[in-house]
């Protein structure tokens, strides 16, 4: 026999509402606990008491599940959400990458979106605006209005809400790749010497290292360039690990700088294992290429865009969307 609720005795029964009762007056929800569910890969009662334990604070909660080994490292980037594209340009030697979001995925593919994105990419290289603001008030590339004027105007043509989100600039000797029809953007800056960088085989490299940096997601350039207070935020969380597997204080310095080295091989491009040889590194792979062009090959930086990586993704309910449009 099929058992009839009222609506009051389905909405005490909800999950929801029981967690939400558990944690009170806690600083988080359950729309909290289910996040860093779904950032960590923990279960859900291991989240709570992440959660309980650092009064709500997400990255601490992070932190307490990854010190208990519960949790893998949480890329403080976040998870992609929002739609757009990443497009990159290059012109009168300089190139820009940029991101500009949309709503939806579908606008994303609409050739005007396109355009009006590497139009906004061309202004960039060409002008080379300090930030946004800069950008918002001068003539887009190829337009006759500034690209604010050019912003409103897709806007209100296309239906959606569109944002230039960020964009960089490298002058000099640079390569750029853009992963899955822009999904993600990378520029790499590099030095030469002896002129190589005019070589067919020098530019297969620099497209490799570009490749290197949307496939690996490095965070540094190198070991020099991991800020000291990340450096010992990492410590600090492997060491906790450490202790929490049960190793021997006495030895555990040792292990957290094994893992510390290991950290740096995953996270600074020069220390990478190159994608294409897994036998060598990075800083190997332009050794050994600059030899063979009888010069030097040096990366100075990097920048690498994931479209709406950090963005609050927009959730539609599927089922409203069409009853509304029936109304």
């Given at each position: 026999?099929?058992?009839?609720?009222?609506?009051?005795?389905?909405?005490r029964s909800s999950p929801t509402i029981k967690?939400?009762?558990?944690?009170?007056?806690?600083?988080?929800?359950?729309?909290?606990?289910?996040?860093?569910?779904?950032?960590?890969?923990?279960?859900?009662?291991?989240?709570?008491?992440?959660?309980?334990?650092?009064?709500?604070?997400?990255?601490?909660?992070?932190?307490?599940?990854?010190?208990?080994?519960?949790?893998?490292?949480?890329?403080?980037?976040?998870?992609?959400?929002?739609?757009?594209?990443?497009?990159?340009?290059?012109?009168?030697?300089?190139?820009?990458?940029?991101?500009?979001?949309?709503?939806?995925?579908?606008?994303?593919?609409?050739?005007?979106?396109?355009?009006?994105?590497?139009?906004?990419?061309?202004?960039?290289?060409?002008?080379?605006?300090?930030?946004?603001a800069a950008l918002s008030e001068m003539i887009?590339?190829?337009?006759?209005?500034?690209?604010?004027?050019?912003?409103?105007?897709?806007?209100?043509?296309?239906?959606?809400?569109?944002?230039?989100?960020?964009?960089?600039?490298?002058?000099?000797?640079?390569?750029?790749?853009?992963?899955?029809?822009?999904?993600?953007?990378?520029?790499?800056?590099?030095?030469?010497?002896?002129?190589?960088?005019?070589?067919?085989?020098?530019?297969?490299?620099?497209?490799?290292?570009?490749?290197?940096?949307?496939?690996?997601?490095?965070?540094?350039?190198?070991?020099?360039?991991?800020?000291?207070?990340?450096?010992?935020?990492?410590?600090?969380?492997?060491?906790?690990?450490?202790?929490?597997?049960?190793?021997?204080?006495?030895?555990?310095?040792?292990?957290?700088?094994?893992?510390?080295?290991?950290y740096y091989k995953e996270n600074c491009l020069?220390?990478?294992?190159?994608?294409?040889?897994?036998?060598?590194?990075?800083?190997?792979?332009?050794?050994?290429?600059?030899?063979?062009?009888?010069?030097?090959?040096?990366?100075?930086?990097?920048?690498?865009?994931?479209?709406?990586?950090?963005?609050?993704?927009?959730?539609?309910?599927?089922?409203?969307?069409?009853?509304?449009?029936?109304?």
């Amino acid at each position: 026999m099929r058992i009839k609720y009222s609506q009051e005795e389905r909405i005490r029964s909800s999950p929801t509402i029981k967690i939400r009762k558990e944690i009170n007056n806690m600083e988080f929800t359950a729309k909290d606990v289910a996040a860093l569910r779904e950032k960590t890969g923990c279960g859900m009662m291991d989240c709570k008491k992440a959660l309980v334990e650092t009064n709500g604070d997400m990255d601490k909660a992070v932190d307490f599940l990854r010190e208990k080994g519960l949790a893998a490292a949480a890329k403080k980037s976040g998870r992609i959400a929002a739609e757009g594209i990443v497009t990159a340009v290059t012109e009168a030697g300089a190139s820009a990458v940029i991101e500009v979001n949309s709503e939806t995925d579908f606008v994303a593919k609409n050739e005007e979106f396109q355009k009006f994105a590497n139009d906004l990419a061309m202004t960039v290289a060409k002008n080379n605006p300090a930030d946004i603001a800069a950008l918002s008030e001068m003539i887009i590339d190829g337009g006759d209005m500034t690209a604010a004027e050019a912003l409103q105007e897709k806007v209100l043509k296309i239906g959606e809400n569109i944002q230039i989100r960020r964009f960089a600039r490298f002058e000099g000797i640079t390569s750029t790749y853009i992963h899955m029809g822009g999904r993600i953007g990378v520029m790499v800056s590099f030095d030469a010497t002896n002129g190589i960088e005019a070589k067919d085989e020098f530019k297969a490299a620099a497209k490799d290292i570009a490749m290197q940096v949307a496939a690996a997601n490095p965070q540094f350039l190198d070991t020099a360039s991991v800020p000291a207070e990340t450096l010992e935020h990492e410590k600090k969380i492997l060491r906790e690990q450490v202790l929490n597997e049960g190793k021997p204080e006495a030895i555990a310095d040792k292990i957290v700088a094994g893992k510390i080295a290991k950290y740096y091989k995953e996270n600074c491009l020069i220390d990478q294992v190159f994608i294409k040889d897994n036998d060598i590194t990075v800083a190997k792979y332009l050794e050994k290429t600059g030899k063979e062009l009888g010069g030097e090959i040096v990366v100075k930086d990097f920048v690498r865009f994931e479209k709406g990586e950090g963005l609050q993704k927009r959730e539609d309910n599927f089922a409203d969307e069409v009853a509304n449009m029936v109304k």
